[in-house]
Each structure stands twice: as structure tokens, then as C-alpha cells.
T-cell receptor, first 111, second 115 residues
Framework: DAKTTQPNSMESNEEEPVHLPCNHS???????IHWYRQLPSQGPEYVIH???SNVNNRMASLAIAEDRKSSTLILHRATLRDAAVYYC????????????FGTGTLLAVQP | DTGVSQNPRHKITKRGQNVTFRCDPI?????LYWYRQTLGQGPEFLTY????????KSRLLSDRFSAERPKGSFSTLEIQRTEQGDSAMYLC?????????????FGSGTQLSVL
């Protein structure tokens, strides 16, 4: 299984951009990169995903390295509500979309 | 879209008792997943349904665990003869089949405490 490596924790200040890194050096050509986040006492929620090109949506941006061995989730202006555990996951492929979660990055946002 | 609903939110039981959790997925979603999460860890995959068929089970799912999804709608996860090690958050997710663009929608989970 292709695995991802993320820092255990990061800190940010409110209203500043946050760059959350993820390494996935064993990614295969057909693996998509997914990001989910989990707020306290809630289930994970989808943030963004991509294959090769950078992606933007209302929540975040995803920057994917040209060799696809790493990616960065960008929160343009962190708010206190963005404090959560962020998971970088490679799609398992095959007949299901079973997601294999690691331990993620715990993002703390300071006012 | 009312989201994925899980009941109960919390369950406290004594070791050796049986417990059952229910998950109501988003109505048009044909895929349903169960995960387990312990403190400080990411969710661990347990099992997966496509419609009413249980297509994959993790090795984590011992013989004491059974999941069903009759008629391809709601699902139940039963744990027989609970052990203290079963204490965890049990998460349900649903999705609409869509290959690698598929998004999973998670419920808020059922927190199980085995005394």
C-alpha cells in the first residue's frame, strides 16, 4: 500500500496562510491524493483531492509536486474553526474507495 | 441531504455484553463503510458494503463483530461479548460509487466504552 508521511503537529496564527505538507514517495500513477480533516468530536470531512494538477475549491487549495511524490494543502486564511487533524490519503484504487488513514497532522490555530 | 446519521452517539456497556450500532447513510449512496478510531489514531477500516453485499472485511474484524446492510439502506454493526479493547469510536461513512473521484461522507460516530 502506498503510504503518506505528515508532520504530527503544526501551529498557525489566525488569518494567516497555512501550508500542510505530505510526502508520498511510493505513489503510483493512478493514485489520487485526498485530504480529509477531522474536527474535535466529529467524523472526518472531505477537503479536497487531486491527481496531477493543482486544485482549488472553497475550502482549500492542493498543490501537487511535478513528480507527485509530495503535496501541500493550503488554507489561505486560517480561522479558529480550521483547528483539526488533517489527513493526507492516497486512494486505494481497485473496486472500492476504501481510504487508509494515517495519524494525520494536528493543526492548532492561535488567535 | 441530511447527512450520515449514527445512533446511539454514546454507548456504555459492561464487558461480555452485546452491543449494536446503527448507521443511516445518505439516501442515494450505494456504498457504506465502517471504521474504528481510538484516541490519537486515524480511523481504521473495518468493512465495506456495496448495496446489500458486504464486499470486504478487515482482519481487524474478529468473529465477534458482524455487520449487515439489509436492502442496501441502513447498516448495523454488532459486537458480541464485548471486551475492554473494543472501546473506541465507531464511524460510518457512505459514498456514491464514482471511482477515484468518490468522496466519503462520515457520520459523527458512536463512542463505545466497555467497562
Amino acid at each position: 500500500d502506498a503510504k503518506t508521511t505528515q508532520p504530527n503537529s503544526m501551529e498557525s496564527n489566525e488569518e494567516e496562510p497555512v501550508h500542510l505538507p505530505c510526502n508520498h514517495s511510493t505513489i503510483s500513477g493512478t493514485d489520487y491524493i485526498h485530504w480529509y480533516r477531522q474536527l474535535p468530536s466529529q467524523g472526518p470531512e472531505y477537503v479536497i483531492h487531486g491527481l496531477t494538477s493543482n486544485v482549488n475549491n472553497r475550502m482549500a487549495s492542493l498543490a501537487i509536486a511535478e513528480d507527485r511524490k509530495s503535496s501541500t494543502l493550503i488554507l489561505h486564511r486560517a480561522t479558529l474553526r480550521d483547528a483539526a487533524v488533517y489527513y493526507c490519503i492516497l486512494s486505494y484504487g481497485g473496486a472500492t474507495n476504501k481510504l487508509i488513514f494515517g495519524t494525520g497532522t494536528l493543526l492548532a490555530v492561535q488567535p | 441531504d441530511t447527512g450520515v446519521s449514527q445512533n446511539p452517539r454514546h454507548k456504555i456497556t459492561k464487558r461480555g455484553q452485546n452491543v449494536t450500532f446503527r448507521c443511516d447513510p445518505i439516501s442515494e449512496h450505494n456504498r457504506l463503510y465502517w471504521y474504528r478510531q481510538t484516541l490519537g489514531q486515524g480511523p481504521e477500516f473495518l468493512t465495506y458494503f456495496q448495496n446489500e453485499a458486504q464486499l470486504e472485511k478487515s482482519r481487524l474484524l474478529s468473529d465477534r463483530f458482524s455487520a449487515e446492510r439489509p436492502k442496501g439502506s441502513f447498516s448495523t454493526l454488532e459486537i458480541q461479548r464485548t471486551e475492554q479493547g473494543d472501546s473506541a469510536m465507531y464511524l460510518c461513512a457512505s459514498s456514491l460509487e464514482g471511482g477515484n473521484n468518490e468522496k466519503l461522507f462520515f457520520g459523527s460516530g458512536t463512542q463505545l466504552s466497555v467497562l
